[in-house]
């Protein structure tokens, strides 16, 4: 296995990673760094290779970078909307008509009214589903409990002090 570090490296090389990172060796790979420091050392072409992307990189540093004026953003979120609404819309008729009452076509906009102050928008179906699984799951904890020993003693001592007060208020 050879060590790249070690490995001299050739002209080329060098002037296409000086082409791809630039003049400063610190952005370079790591496993580069080494060979081509050895490289601009002993080969004049290598550092005129540098000279030339350190001129790039001076020309590129010196050209201002235009912000997206408000019109721009607002005309690239109306088409976003634009799009994404269009997708959606195909999207729906090529699902069951089952699947258009959950996207609150057929009554549940009020479900999507009261979820949205909470900032929901997704699908229906995921906050309805999840209440649906908490309903199944207390219902099946409070049914499915086994009543221990001490609840059935406790219950049937009640029972009987309350026929004993009704019938010993009777007389």
Not at 1 to 30: I, K
Not at 44 to 62: C, F, K, V, W, Y
């Amino acid at each position: 296995m050879t060590d790249n570090a070690t490995d001299p490296m050739e002209r080329a090389e060098f002037r296409q990673l000086a082409e791809t990172y630039g003049s400063n060796l610190a952005v370079w790979p790591s496993d580069k760094r080494a060979p081509a420091q050895r490289l601009l050392s002993d080969d004049p072409s290598a550092r005129d290779a540098l000279r030339e992307a350190a001129n790039l990189d001076a020309l590129l540093g010196s050209v201002p970078v235009a912000r997206p004026g408000a019109a721009l953003r607002a005309r690239v979120m109306a088409d976003f909307d634009r799009v994404s609404g269009e997708r959606a819309s195909a999207r729906d008729h090529q699902r069951p008509a089952g699947w258009r009452f959950w996207r609150g076509e057929k009554g549940a906009d009020w479900v999507r009214r009261s979820l949205e102050p909470l900032g929901w928008s997704g699908p229906l179906w995921q906050p309805v589903g999840a209440l649906a699984a908490c309903l199944v799951i207390g219902l099946a904890a409070g049914y499915s409990g086994p009543i221990s020993a001490e609840t059935q003693v406790f219950a049937s001592l009640e029972a009987v002090s309350f026929d004993l007060t009704d019938w010993s208020q009777g007389d």
